[in-house]
């Protein structure tokens, strides 16, 4: 699965911390006034709680800045040139470095807002964030169009082929997903069909993988190397 995050000030720094250092599994940050290099951070705080900050090694190992990789995920960084509280700089550098490493960013700034930027939202910013995500995530997730009743498709597990067997309901709006493990025997066409009851009733979409022994051998499949 692919995943987006976003969120303001505190939030906007674990969306990033999450695509910078998981681009894999998070497709996609968008940030309003976060954190990106905590190294800025350092001198802002009071005498009384330097601590946080006192060693370089965890202000690196916490900051997103740090962790950009070449072919990363797209960000979106929105930030308020008189923030108060995290100034605009975090967004500038963390954009510069982007570049630089090739990943796609965009930066929206706002010249007469300060650190709370929930009160412009109105002003279409959501839906810009919307559409950001709209273009990443759907650019780069696949979709399989599965039809209603049973049938059978194949995915991909990191690289690997991997057969499932699935049931559809005409009930189902796309809201729930039952997962059906098979055991020892893999059939997972029959653990299908016996889920298909739950299916109707809760009008949920069923996927029973099959983990076949050529390709996930006992060791693997038993001692959960899938």
Known sequence: AAFGGWGPSYGGYLATMA??????????????????????????????????????????????????????????????????????AHSLRLARAARVAGIPVTTRLFDRQKHDLLPIMRWGLLSEIRDFFDRWLRARTPHTRIPEGSSRFVAELKGTPVEVFAYKPKSYRGERMIFVHHGTLRNADDYRDHAREMAERFGALVLAPRFDRERFPNRAYHYGGI
């Not at 695509?19 to 990106?36: C, E, H, I």
């Not at 006192?54 to 202000?59: A, I, P």
């Not at 690196?60 to 929105?78: A, D, E, N, T």
């Open 19 to 88: 695509a910078t250092r998981m681009p894999s599994t998070y497709r996609a940050a968008a940030s309003l006034a976060g954190v990106s290099d905590w190294r800025l951070w350092r001198d802002r705080l009071d005498p009384d709680r330097r601590w946080i900050c006192r060693r370089l090694e965890l202000e690196v190992q916490s900051s997103p800045h740090f962790y950009l990789q070449r072919k990363g995920s797209p960000l979106l960084l929105i930030h308020a040139e008189r923030d108060e509280v995290v100034p605009v």
